[in-house]
């Protein structure tokens, strides 16, 4: 079947602009997650999404950063008034339904702020 | 702190030339020890999961051991289609997230 799709596969934009990133989970796959890889470092996590309990939202780095996960299925990454440190690939995660299921992967958006 | 260090951070090999990866790990509550694979430009490919000490996993090339402090990542006669970075990552029961290492970029050469 489908993997995990995002798009756009790559984001340029300007400093302080506003970006959105989208990920559309494997068909089924109740957990959703982002994570952000930096050039050198491992992944970071973002968020997470089950079902449609509350978001683990402990790792967004500021309140620039949101996510939300409409009809239990495609997410949207959301960073305002973006910084050149938001430079990074987010990428996107799916897994069946608990946290300690696999999570698939999707190919990551490579965002980069001029 | 929960906390997945992987080493080393780069290795190249020559054709054949069989070789281990290690991923040490302090983790709270390990449920699982996942490996992958990222390809350049790519979203990590999931390998194996290894949930207690003395498991092993074997596909094709790759067999994944773990311990109660490690893992390691065994290839053996790699070919350059092995190239790519290898991730390791476990889940933490009390942070109930999943720690990934900085990975070992894999080169073979042919």
């Known amino acids: 079947g489908a993997g995990v799709s995002q798009s756009p596969s790559n984001k340029v934009t300007e400093k302080g602009k506003d970006v959105e990133l989208r990920c559309d989970p494997i068909?089924?796959?109740?957990?959703l997650y982002w994570y952000r890889q930096s050039l050198g470092q491992g992944l970071e996590f973002l968020i997470y999404?089950?079902?449609?309990?509350?978001?683990?939202k402990s790792g967004l780095p500021s309140d620039r950063f949101s996510a939300e996960r409409t009809g239990g299925s495609v997410s949207t990454l959301t960073i305002q008034r973006t910084q050149q440190e938001d430079s990074a690939v987010y990428l996107c995660?799916?897994?069946?339904?608990?946290?300690?299921?696999?999570?698939?992967f999707g190919p990551g958006t490579r965002l980069t702020v001029l | 702190e929960d906390q997945v260090t992987q080493s080393p951070e780069a290795l190249r090999l020559q054709e054949g030339e069989s070789s281990s990866l290690n991923c040490s790990y302090t983790?709270?509550?390990?449920?699982?020890l996942f490996w992958y694979r990222q390809d350049p430009g790519k979203g990590p490919e999931f390998l194996f999961t290894?949930?207690?000490a003395g498991e092993e996993k074997e596909k094709e090339r790759l067999k994944a051991t773990l311990t109660k402090k490690e893992s390691f990542l065994h290839i053996t006669a790699p070919k350059p289609e092995d190239s790519a970075t290898y991730l390791c990552?476990?889940?933490?029961?009390?942070?109930?997230?999943?720690?990934f290492g900085q990975g070992t970029t894999l080169q073979v050469k042919p």
């Open positions: 995660a799916s897994s069946l339904a608990a946290y300690t299921d696999t999570q698939y």
């Open positions: 068909s089924g796959h109740t957990a």
């Open positions: 999404f089950q079902g449609n309990s509350a978001p683990d």
């Open positions: 983790v709270s509550g390990l449920r699982g």
């Open positions: 290894l949930y207690s």
């Open positions: 990552a476990a889940y933490s029961g009390n942070t109930g997230k999943l720690i």
